[in-house]
């Protein structure tokens, strides 16, 4: 392992914690003011980091980017069907993997009943947030207010 990437990297948990000084990155380091200045310094030239006005480092806006890259590109179908499969074996009745979207949810996977009477759904079908199972599951886990918005505006169709 490389020392100079592992102790680059550490500086990024530390400064998830908040805003830190070259004085505080270094001891939390262990290391002398120069070396922490270096790893800082190239840190901040490829935008982990941020030097804000206070000479305080935190963590910089490319990370932030980065880390959103990488939830995007997470195929949540791949990491969720092993799942889904052990639930319709529990249960033995069709399970879905659904998001909630602008007043609709979209089956994005489905594992089917091993029972003759089967539900109807298709993968890439949105379907109504008044008509599916699963759409009052996903509704339930909104915020307060916006369970209530949401509740207000379907009134008011």
Avoid: F, W
Avoid at 17 to 26: F, K, N, R, T
Avoid at 132 to 145: G, I, M, S, T
């Amino acid at each position: 392992m490389s020392q100079t990437v592992d102790r680059a990297l550490s500086i990024l948990p530390l400064l998830a914690e908040g805003p830190a000084d070259l004085g505080q990155v270094a001891d939390r380091l262990g290391v002398h003011k120069s070396t922490a200045l270096r790893l800082l310094r190239t840190l901040h030239e490829h935008g982990m980091v941020y030097r804000q006005s206070d000479q305080r480092y935190r963590l910089g806006a490319r990370l932030i980017a980065l880390a959103q890259e990488a939830m995007e590109n997470l195929d949540i179908r791949e990491i969720a069907h092993p799942h889904l499969v052990r639930l319709n074996e529990q249960c033995g009745h069709t399970v879905h993997l659904a998001v909630y979207e602008e007043n609709e949810v979209l089956y994005i996977d489905k594992v089917e009943s091993r029972y003759p009477v089967r539900m109807y759904s298709r993968i890439g079908k949105p379907v109504a947030i008044t008509v599916a199972a699963v759409a009052k599951l996903l509704l339930a886990d909104l915020p307060e207010a916006e369970r209530r918005a949401l509740a207000l505006s379907l009134i008011h169709r």
